[in-house]
């Protein structure tokens, strides 16, 4: 094995220890922010591998790292859609638009929650109303070469929740870097997302009847409205790194790809993600697989799994890729996510 590929290999058993030595005695802070849609698997190539930040290369970098854009060198489009637990379900819409020196994106998320049926204490059960509940990200993204080797991104979003007549909203930013090392085909990266305002809900619902004095009969009962608690979004840092083992086989149909990521998130304790890429037959067929946070403690992700097929681009005036996902959960029924990509 050639030095660099040992160098290559250091470097990644490095970034594998990091944080991951001891979280015992740690709290968790698990269920203390909001917008918990924003940490759901996005990207089929980015969430089947699990560790993405040094890697991740189509539009859902615009919430991934969007110093990732600046490796699309032409107009991308990036549909995605997940059937997520229950009735719930996860889709994604972004775009990348290489202009100048930089690269443009935008990105519509959205969490759909489906129909509850409503209950109060006065029915003592159920009233034959529903209503529904839906999270929203939307934004705009630029990326951007310093140097040859070095890439920057950031995005600011609006974020909305929603549930029947109440809602929270606030502006997120994500940052992020991509910095192309000395060892060959090994890239760094580093993204913080998820920076910003509070969530608050206000509305509707929250208006109260209310009684000022209870001690007398027949005075003015106006209307109160309920004082809900300020909540952060999950701010997350990721630091990762990517490995293209360009000569492992011999030729050039096949490639592999490594990955790893430390992951230090404000709403639980520090993990470890790695991952593959395998592409077969001139990046034709693609083959993704990894493993989520590693040495947390409760974890309920098991694995990832992913393929993709790549039509010939001499077939039609434009790229197409197909990409599914499979996340397995322990407890929870398994996720399957489908994307369509086009570079045009």
């Excluded at 470097?11 to 924003?38: E, P, R, W, Y």
Aim: with cysteine; glycine share 10%.
């Amino acid at each position: 094995m050639k030095t660099n590929n040992i160098q290559g290999i250091v470097f990644l058993v490095a970034l594998l220890s990091m944080n991951c030595s001891d979280a015992i005695g740690q709290l968790s802070k698990v269920g203390t922010t909001a917008a918990d849609f924003l940490n759901m698997p996005l990207g089929a190539r980015s969430s089947s591998m699990s560790a993405y930040t040094a890697t991740v290369n189509d539009p859902s970098a615009t919430l991934l790292n969007p110093a990732g854009l600046t490796d699309m060198t032409r107009n991308s489009l990036l549909i995605e859609h997940t059937d997520w637990f229950m009735d719930m379900n996860h889709s994604f819409l972004g775009a990348a638009i290489p202009s100048g020196k930089g690269v443009w994106g935008v990105h519509i998320l959205a969490m759909n929650y489906g129909e509850f049926e409503e209950t109060t204490a006065e029915a003592q059960g159920k009233t034959g109303r529903t209503f529904g509940a839906y999270s929203a990200s939307f934004g705009l993204s630029y990326g951007r070469e310093l140097t040859s080797n070095l890439s920057v991104g950031a995005t600011v979003r609006r974020v909305h929740e929603q549930i029947w007549n109440s809602s929270a909203s606030t502006t997120l930013f994500d940052v992020g870097t991509l910095y192309r090392t000395p060892i060959p085909n090994v890239t760094f990266g580093v993204s913080v997302t998820n920076v910003g305002g509070t969530f608050q809900m206000t509305g509707n619902d929250l208006i109260i009847g209310s009684d000022p004095d209870d001690s007398q009969e027949g005075n003015y009962n106006p209307d109160a409205v309920l004082y809900t608690d300020k909540y952060a979004a999950p701010l997350v840092l990721r630091v990762g790194l990517e490995w293209d083992i360009q000569e492992l086989f011999g030729n050039q149909s096949t490639n592999l790809t490594l990955t790893a990521d430390g992951i230090a998130p404000s709403n639980n304790l520090q993990s470890v993600s790695v991952g593959a890429e395998l592409s077969l037959l001139q990046e034709v067929v693609y083959v993704r697989g990894g493993l989520p946070t590693i040495g947390l403690r409760d974890a309920t992700q098991t694995f990832n799994f992913g393929l993709a097929l790549q039509a010939p681009e001499d077939l039609m005036p434009f790229s197409l890729q197909i990409g599914y996902a499979y996340h397995g959960y322990d407890y929870l029924p398994r996720v399957s996510k489908l994307s369509l990509l086009i570079d045009f």
